[in-house]
Every structure is written in structure tokens, then in C-alpha cells.
DNA sequence: CAGAATCCTCTTTGATACTG
DNA sequence: CAGTATCAAAGAGGATTCTG
């Protein structure tokens, strides 16, 4: 009998490989772009500068608690600048940074096959879940899957 | 006075543009691919076809549970394919299709853009960090800053 | 105007135990 | 081997209130 048991070495071993992930610099970054409002910030700043109110209403969805620290986030990782003028009332700009920009490129890749393929997912969701559905209907009739179908959802 | 508080007329503001943001498939895309093992998963699959047991052996990091679901979740997507061999015991093969080998491209770009400029995402953060905790040791020094530095962590 | 602080809820994730 | 089911912890996100 060893000092640690199976559970813990295998949480060991688990929390090593976090690490080594956690280093993956292509999840660091999806992880971030994946984030509810990276993306929308983005591409709103593409166009320009943005004061906060501006953000605010073009990207109406998020939360005023979202939306600044998410900018705070980004601006962390300088992808975008902020820019305070101590006037009064005061004025905050906010803007792409050239790391910022240098991502932009990427994004319309991702763009562009979020585009052509989107519908190809959604046919594949929907033929996913017919599919799924049709099978615990026979499970019912037939009574031959006592596997449960509570799934509704 | 309306019928409706300025509260109840921004929160349906708000969810109006849910739903448009969520019908965005760039951020459909990168929600998915943010998700905490989709990239690994893809990544190890690149290398060709993975059974259950190699897959939770390479992403040791995940959970059962997590890679379970994420694969599923995959497989509705129509990115991956889930082969089940009905033997003793069962033998399950995950493969990526046409449609996820056609994301291998895209991800390729975005791994470059990573590998090339998340030093300098690391700096910016560093720089970002020390300007902070100057700042707010000035404060404590000359007493003029009252706004809490309570974020240590 | 542009937040900061606080409270609270819902979702995500992980640990554990059991099964065909 | 390849899961499913359940429970508990952690975190994301939103509503509200207050401020320079």
C-alpha cells in the first residue's frame, strides 16, 4: 500500500497536464476570443476608436459590468488602448493597439469559415438530434432501450 | 410616466440583442472552439483516428465528464464521428469529418498568430501588473488615492 | 460620462460511484 | 472499455446602487 491513493495520483497527474495546457498558447488565445464579448469589442474597434458610451450601445447586450472588464481584460493584454481625457465630464477612448490590429487578419479567417460552414452545423444539429429523438421513440414502443431518454432538452 | 420602468426597457434592449449576437456565427464559432478541451481534442484527432481511451489518455487534463460531453457536443456539430464497435468489450473510435478537417486551416492560422505574439499578450500583462501595483503603493504612501487596492489576488 | 462595489443567480466543471 | 448519473464546488455573468 503506497502513501497515495490511486485518486490522488490520478488528481496529480491531473493537475500536472493543467499546467502543460494551460502553457498551449493557441488555447490561451482561443480561450480569450472565445470569451461572450471579446469578439464583438473587436470588431467594433476595427472600425475605429469607440468611447465607452459608444461600446455601450453598439454592443447593447452585455452588462456595463461586462463590458468594462472585459475592455479591461483586453486592454491588459494590450490588443486595445484606453485613453482617459480628464475632462468634465470625463472621456474614455478606447482602441485597437497594432497587436490588436495584427489579429484582425486571423479573425476574418475565422470569419469567412464561420460563414460557409455554419449552415453545414446547424443541418448537422438538427439531424444530430432527430436522430436521437426517433431512437428514444422506438426505445418507448418497443421497449427494448431502458437507457433513460429524459433528454428533452 | 410609462407603462414600462427605463430598468424593464434597457433589459429588453438587452435581450433583443442577444438574440442577434448569438445568430452571429463568428461567435458561434469561437465559443465553440474557446471551450476548454475543443482545440486539444482537435488537435489530437489531427493526427488521425483516437479511441475513448487514447483521447483521455493524451488530454489527461479533462475530466470524464468533460470529455465526454465535449465530444459529444462535437460529434452534433458534425465535426467529429463517432465510431462504435459492438464488441466485447466495446471499442468506440472519434474521427474528425470533411467539415472539421476543413477547421484544421483556420485553427493553423490562429496557432501561428499565438505562437508569434503571445510574448509579447505576456509582456503587455506584466507592464499592465506593474504599472497597477505602483499605483496604488504611491497611494498608500501619500494617502491620496481612497479607492480600495483590495485585489490582491 | 465612465465606471466601482456589492449581491445574487445560473452555468460550468470536477469528483465520485455505478453499469452494459 | 466506454461510458451514465449524481452531487458539490467554482466561476461567469447580471442587476443594482453609488461615485469622481
Redesign the pocket.
Known amino acids: 500500500m503506497t502513501t497515495r491513493t490511486a ?1 490522488q495520483r ?2 496529480d497527474a ?2 500536472a497536464h ?1 499546467d502543460r495546457f494551460a502553457a498551449c498558447s493557441t488555447n490561451r488565445l482561443l480561450e480569450r476570443l472565445g ?3 471579446v469578439a464583438l469589442i473587436l470588431k467594433e474597434l476595427t472600425e475605429g476608436p469607440r ?4 461600446l ?1 450601445q453598439s454592443i447593447a ?12 481584460r483586453l486592454e491588459r493584454d494590450g490588443l486595445l488602448s ?1 485613453t ?1 481625457t480628464p475632462s468634465v ?6 482602441a485597437l493597439t497594432p497587436l490588436g490590429r495584427s489579429l484582425l487578419p486571423v479573425l476574418r479567417e475565422v470569419t469567412r469559415w464561420a460563414e460557409q460552414n455554419m449552415a453545414a452545423i446547424d443541418s448537422a444539429r438538427t439531424g444530430y438530434d432527430d436522430q436521437r429523438s426517433r431512437a428514444s421513440h422506438d426505445d418507448e414502443q418497443r421497449g427494448t432501450g ?3 431518454r ?2 428533452q432538452g
Open positions: 485518486a490520478r488528481s491531473r493537475i493543467q470569451e461572450k464579448w468611447r465607452y458610451g459608444e455601450a447586450g452585455a452588462s456595463q459590468k461586462m463590458l468594462t472588464e472585459t475592455l479591461r484606453r482617459l465630464p470625463v472621456r474614455v477612448d478606447y431502458p437507457h433513460g429524459r433528454g
